[in-house]
């Protein structure tokens, strides 16, 4: 039966017994990624690479934005174990780049980013020479909690726009695109040696014009790099693709990025914020 999909949305099967491993020993240490828990459609691909995108702070978020995959409702109690457990990951997969993320806690005092303070000393005392680079919810806007973050000394602070301001009613009710963009301005503004990365969608009912303005503010609050992929639809409880935007479009938007002077865009079909992120960072900054 046809998915209905293009046909450059294919995704090759992952090799099983790889996958299966992967899976069962994230599973030991009780630790949740966002591949698993958002349907990543490169989940075949990482983690039969042994790599993953590990995600804090549980895996139930207090937002509901209308794109993602990630159950929404009321979040468990934090693990205070947790951070040593996404280090001994890291160590046990022999990463020399981690990236994580968490759900968003609303419910926290700081967002939780104390909890990825924490997560990112574990990672940096079990692993010395691995970069990390984490992805972070808006904190709703607080500086001091962005700080905590920043200073436990992440490589990449990443925080994703996902749509263009217009859409943001619909695709991101609970969020602020003007606070998104501020957090990425104070962040260089904490830390000149911090890189800065942002991504978002298409596919939405974005328009190209309104495209090429949110590539212009990402550069103008001095973001570094960033990535752009194609919307697909989680469930039928999310928002409907509105299109699917046609490889070449992808380089073209790829290459209006880097005219703006990004240090890369990755953009592509199958690109999300952390796919790849190791060899996209080493690249771009080589």
Known sequence: MSSGLPEWLTVRSPDMGVFEDMVEYLKSLGIHTVCQSAGCPNIGDCFTRRTATFMILGNICTRNCGFCGVQSGVPSLVDPDEPKRIAKAAA?????????????????????????AETIRQIKSAVPRAKVEVLIPDFKGD?????????????????????????????????????????????????????????????????????????KDLRDVGCDFVTIGQYLRPSKKNLPVVEYVHPAKFEEYKAIGESMGFRYVAAGPFVRSSYHAADLFSHATC
């Open 92 to 116: 046990g997969l022999g990463l020399a780049y981690v990236v994580v993320t968490s759900v968003t806690r609303d419910d926290l005092r700081d967002g939780g980013a104390s909890h990825f």
């Open 143 to 215: 500086e001091e909690a962005l700080a905590h973050v920043l200073d436990a000394g992440p490589l990449v602070i990443n925080h994703n726009v996902e749509t263009v301001p217009r859409l943001y009613p619909t695709v991101r009710p609970q969020a602020d695109y003007k606070r998104s963009l501020k957090l990425l301005e104070t962040a260089g503004k904490f830390s000149s040696s911090i890189y800065k990365k942002s991504g978002f969608m298409v596919g939405l009912g974005e328009s190209e014009a309104e495209i090429i303005d949110l590539l």
